[in-house]
Nanobody, 127 residues
Framework: QVRLVESGGGLVQAGGSLRLSCAASGRTLSMYAVGWFRQAPGKERELVAA????????YYADSVRGRFTIARDDAKNTAYLQLNSLKPEDAAVYYCAAQYTTSIGRYYDQSTEYNYWGQGTQVIVSP
């Protein structure tokens, strides 16, 4: 099975940027679609962005489109989420998730579709 470890969270002022990383081990990430989710206190976990295998197809939630960018570097077995123009409402614990798939062009937009999860990294945005 693949193991996922997120990093890159922290405290940033509104308008600032962070880059989150999701390092995979145990299996090659190239065989997995990847998603980034976030969960704020008292709220449900929500999908922020997702990417198919080979970085071909990407999905963004309306709330982050144009500000966040998902990417993957399969040679490094790592996925990324670039967070720009951060807002206080972006504050949450961010999780990466992976799902094995034989389909190159498919991403998954439901948390229940992902079998592998990291432990999360916290993003705090000060006003």
């Amino acid at each position: 099975q693949v193991r996922l470890v997120e990093s890159g969270g922290g405290l940033v002022q509104a308008g600032g940027s962070l880059r989150l990383s999701c390092a995979a081990s145990g299996r090659t990430l190239s065989m997995y679609a990847v998603g980034w989710f976030r969960q704020a206190p008292g709220k449900e976990r929500e999908l922020v962005a997702a990417v198919s295998r080979t970085d071909g197809i990407k999905y963004y939630a309306d709330s982050v489109r144009g500000r966040f960018t998902i990417a993957r570097d399969d040679a490094k077995n790592t996925a990324y989420l670039q967070l720009n123009s951060l807002k206080p409402e972006d504050a949450a614990v961010y999780y990466c998730a992976a799902q094995y798939t034989t389909s190159i062009g498919r991403y998954y937009d439901q948390s229940t579709e992902y079998n592998y999860w990291g432990q999360g990294t916290q993003v705090i945005v000060s006003p």
